[in-house]
């Protein structure tokens, strides 16, 4: 059974702030120590599920946080912040399941901690059908389009929940509760463990009852931008229409070509100054 597991780290166990998350410095190392522990726990609760053979997709930040001699299990190791697929390079349909772990709140939701979408400096807000979703949403379509179910997922309750509206029956692991953009009661790193373990065990136990992403097609992605210049470079894609000065809309019945497209804007937006 081969399992794809995308993880970002704003959603681990006590990280509140961007210096726990962003490196260097000595708060960067300690959390990217919890990080590596808590996609250990998943490797191993697959594991003990039938899990054979993963593929970790490190997705945060510089995409190069884990220690790859570290990884439990037949895991291979993709790192490095130049993938055409972002957060979901290497996925394919020979996956049976995909993991998001240590995943975080979109920008629309201001309660959930370090809460943001793809580019904090450049989107505002996303919508997917209509919906305000984060990262985890938008990845799904990339599990849609190659018949991979997403069944679990880590980090707080407002995570989560922005999830559930496109995978309904998603294990979900809620390691700590948002107060604040900078403030959130965690439990112990090693209760967190222990339940991403379980969750991941429990994931594939109930793999059959999980359906594909509940993604309408043909899907349309709304992206509000902080600024028109933004939304004036993300026009210059094929299939991205303007629908206000700072909002534009991204429609294809091709779930993998509307996901591209959509990171192709994020991309051209890290190159724009305001």
Known sequence: MRIFLSTDMEG???????SQCRGPG??????????QAEVNAAIDGALAAGGTE??????????????PDELHGRASYL???HKPLYMMQGLDDSFDAAFFVSYHGSVGST?????HTYNPRAIAEVRLNGAITGEAGINALAALAYGVPVVLISGDQVTIDEAQAFCPEIESVVVKESVSHNAALSVHPE????????????????????????????????????????AELACELRGVERREEKVVA???????????????????SRGVSE
């Open 12 to 18: 681990t166990a006590g990280v509140v702030d961007w």
């Open 26 to 35: 000595a708060e960067y190392e300690y959390y990217r120590g919890q990080l």
């Open 54 to 67: 993963f593929l970790v997709n490190d997705s945060h930040s510089t995409m190069q946080n884990l220690r």
């Open 79 to 81: 790192s490095g912040k």
């Open 111 to 115: 309660s959930s901690v370090l809460h």
């Open 191 to 230: 209760r967190a463990r222990e339940l991403i373990h379980d969750g991941a065990r429990r994931a594939l136990a109930r793999l059959s009852d999980i359906r594909l992403p509940s993604i309408t097609l043909p899907a349309e992605l709304t992206v509000r931008f902080h600024s028109g210049a933004f």
């Open 250 to 268: 991204l429609r294809n019945d091709d779930p993998l070509q509307l996901y591209r497209t959509f990171i192709a804007a994020v991309l051209l």
